[in-house]
């Protein structure tokens, strides 16, 4: 997988130091805990999975653009992975559910072009949070690589 030019799904593995409550755009002001997030998304588009970079770089405030709910959750967090999974198929949905059945749910974030309850899941542990990640891109017939927070090198699956 090259992060560069391939399309599929990701999740973002966040970690929020401190509880905060924060404005994120028609959501409203939101009340989140400290710990650690999940946030699930498609980069099935022209650009692939330089979308994770794109959100990388508002994260650490190069890009202050606020364009989708993440964008206001980014800049409070430290990014620790991403699961990511080439496809073309849609499959952005079955990988949110599966993480939601693992873990708590904050609705109505990342999922106003859906049905879903949301997009972004959160849990105390890190790595509670990433098994639950892949376990959910594998459960949606996906094959999940690790990509660490070092220039996303691609690392062993979990």
């Not at 330089?50 to 409070?76: A, E, F, Q």
Request: proline share 3%.
């Amino acid at each position: 997988m090259n992060p560069s030019y391939d399309k599929g799904i990701y999740t973002l593995i966040l970690q929020l130091r401190e509880s905060t409550s924060q404005e994120v755009g028609r959501l409203g002001i939101l009340h989140l805990t400290s710990g650690y997030y999940a946030y699930t998304g498609s980069a099935r588009g022209s650009g692939g999975f330089k979308r994770i970079y794109r959100h990388l770089s508002v994260l650490c405030g190069r890009n202050m653009t606020r364009k989708w709910h993440i964008d206001h959750l980014l800049p409070l967090t430290s990014f620790r992975c991403a699961v990511a999974s080439s496809t073309d198929q849609d499959l952005e949905c079955a990988v949110a559910k599966g993480i939601g059945l693992a873990c708590e749910s904050v609705p109505g974030f990342g999922c106003t072009d859906c049905s879903c309850i949301s997009h972004l899941h959160f849990a105390s542990g890190c790595e509670d949070l990433l098994d639950a990640a892949m376990q959910a891109h594998l459960g949606a017939g996906l094959s999940p690589k690790r990509l660490g927070p070092s220039r996303l090198a691609v690392t062993d699956t979990v």
